[in-house]
């Protein structure tokens, strides 16, 4: 049987290659084996990616075990609330938001393609803290492919985009196109698998250098309200929507905060639990402790119920703020 290769698995297939790592090799073949066509033409040919993919996981764990690297480590330890990747074309300003928003140290630098690799920092927001991973840029020359696999596991995206460029909705869509042709949708979300390839991130669209074009403010504002989640405006110069794109973050990366009290106390109000939007009551119990969930009575609620304290049904969904008293035998 004729194996009718699809054009998507001949160029994952070139990309391995021309793989020159263990990272680029392995998200090469992870995309082979989701675009090779599923019949029995193609099981020796699938059977044989798969032992590849194994051995190359292998090989990563074994590094991973004994300290070891041939080369920078790429995969980022998740910390915080959630963790929002920084995505977009060369020199859009994602090192110096990063820097502007946390602890981190970045190079910062006034020519493109400073970032050869991720670098994490934490956004403090209220009373919890958001993972910021800065990536680089995303080119048709120069982009590897660790840079798709860590957006692909990102909780959200913050797609930056230089407006002081005279064709900054080029560049845009441009950098858009390469992350679609890997299978990578930046939108309004939620985040989610579109299909059994496909993922989609919820995105805050950023246009930063705004102090040195105002007048493009509306267009893009324009532009990325028809396709992202959110938009802000950030000035590095003159700090202008610093605070603004703070609540935006938070906002765009999905979750909910939700505070517990103990029967007779006032509520904890400096630690909360968080959870993605969509979790329900019984999300929230089985988060805190999943011995719970056998030995519940009742959960308490308040904030989005209809009254304050009033016995919530487990098929509620919470919001963010809400405090929940939970009650077991």
Known sequence: MPANLTPEFLEARERFRKAKTDEERLDALMEMLATIPKHKGTEKMRAD??????????????????GGRSGPSYHVEREGAAQMVLVGPPNTGKSSLLALFTNASPEIAPFPMSTFRPCPG????????IQLVDLPPITREYTEGWVFSLIRTADGAIFCIDLSLEDWLD?????????QGRHIVLGKGPTRQLDWRTVELRTLALGTKIDLAPERAEEFREWAAERFFASGLVS???????EEVRELIFKSAGIVRVYTKKPGHPPDMEQPYTLREGATILDVVEHIHKE???????????GSGKFDGQHAPLDHVVQDGDIVEIHVH
């Open 171 to 179: 560049t845009a869509e441009e950098a858009l196109g390469l992350l």
């Open 49 to 66: 990616i798969k032992r590849r993919i194994a051995k190359l996981k292998e090989k990563q764990e074994q590094r991973r075990r004994s």
């Open 236 to 242: 590095f110069e003159t700090f202008e929507g610093v």
């Open 122 to 129: 934490m956004m403090e927001y209220e009373d919890i803290q």
């Open 292 to 302: 719970f969930v056998e030995k519940l009575k009742y959960v308490r609620l308040w």
